[in-house]
């Protein structure tokens, strides 16, 4: 398959075939990377058989008792981050501000939306979103005139209306023009809004933890879905794999190595980490 892609790479068509199976980055959990304002790096042999990144270089990953880190910016205590930047994930006002005398975590406005209430709009009514604010911005109802439909998938959605194409790491809304790619203005790449939620995590250097589908290989890994932080007693195996690292709490791991874990969530789960793309771990658990 691998020397398949290569040859073909030319041919737009057929590329695109090869870059839907096997270069589907966000099968590898970049989405987080992204998230965090991270640079990619490319590692030259790894890049012939894929054009994912092989590992980031990331701001904030240390603990501070004077600044956050937000998408690549340092924020001193008491600075504000730009409404706009954070609306979509739905947290507004955030100030960096100081926590158990040496920590920092961003504190935000809470935003609720009406529809987070199990009010239903009227009948033969839909809600439309945009892809800079958190809460629905109109509620469309017949006669819908002029108005647009797109096609994704096989499935037909109408305009304003959001969904989640399958296997990637993107979130889009029906609008004029849309003509079936994964592209802005009408796709953008999802926010996991992590150094806004999870700063405190992030600055322990903890992993994030991805549910994974048994036997769904093409599942993609986009926000994670908790957090794991090292107690320094994870027994590491593996053979690395190359010289390059990721930090976990006090410790490092070179790619290749990790760890199987049991942690309460709620009940007893098995999560199996791994520095797979560094610099920080990739958790998963499988769920049925
Ligand atoms: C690239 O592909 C070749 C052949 O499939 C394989 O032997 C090699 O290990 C791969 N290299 C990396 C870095 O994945
Ligand atoms: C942050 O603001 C609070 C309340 O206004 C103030 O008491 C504190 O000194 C400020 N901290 C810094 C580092 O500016
Ligand atoms: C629908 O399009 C027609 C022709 O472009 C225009 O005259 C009409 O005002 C539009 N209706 C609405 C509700 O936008
Ligand atoms: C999880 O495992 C621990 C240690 O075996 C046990 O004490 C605890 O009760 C378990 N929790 C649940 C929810 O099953």
New binding site residues.
Partial sequence: MDSVCLKVVFTILLFNICNASNNNCDLSGILLYEDLGCKPAYDRVAVRNSTCPTNFDCLGLKKSTSSCFFKGKTYKVNDTVDSRLTAGFCDLGCSCQRYQKDKTKFKCATVECPEWTNIEPPTGCYRKYSLDDCCYIREMCPPYENSTVCIYDGKVYKEGENFLPKNSCWRCICQAGFRGKLEKPFCRRRSCGAQIKNQEKLQEKCAPLYYKRKYRDNDPLCCPTNWICSDGKEKIMGRPQSNKLCVFGQRTLRVGQGFDK?I?I???ITVNCECKVPPLLTCITHII
């Fill in positions: 049991t309460e709620a009940r007893n």
